[in-house]
């Protein structure tokens, strides 16, 4: 079960890295502005309550846990918020 609960995350990272791989490819995807996206409350930083926000504007169901998660994988200093520079 938890070699399963493992695979189902590396399979959702390749998927992620591929859909970086073809925004990077985008000569007009603007990064900034899909930050902008996310950052619902224009406060300069994407906090949990921001991804929920996103999330659910877009039909895609966030709990407060899953993107607390999510910023905990690029939250280097422990704020619990990403700035653009992390993004």
Same mark, same amino acid.
């Given at each position: 079960?938890?070699?399963?609960? $493992?695979?189902?995350?590396?399979?959702?990272?390749?998927?992620? #890295?591929?859909?970086?791989?073809?925004?990077? #490819? /985008?000569?007009? $995807?603007?990064?900034?502005?899909?930050?902008?996206w996310?950052?619902?409350?224009?406060?300069?930083?994407? &906090?949990? &309550? &921001?991804?929920?926000? $996103?999330?659910?504007?877009n039909?895609?169901?966030?709990?407060?846990?899953?993107?607390?998660?999510?910023?905990?994988?690029? &939250?280097? /200093?422990?704020?619990?918020?990403? /700035? $653009? /520079?992390?993004f």
């Amino acid at each position: 079960l938890l070699a399963q609960y $493992f695979k189902g995350i590396a399979d959702q990272e390749i998927l992620v #890295e591929n859909e970086r791989i073809i925004l990077s #490819e /985008n000569s007009l $995807f603007q990064p900034y502005e899909a930050f902008r996206w996310v950052d619902w409350y224009s406060k300069g930083q994407v &906090d949990p &309550d &921001d991804i929920i926000t $996103f999330c659910s504007e877009n039909g895609v169901l966030c709990t407060y846990q899953d993107a607390a998660d999510l910023i905990s994988q690029y &939250d280097e /200093n422990l704020n619990r918020w990403l /700035n $653009f /520079n992390k993004f």
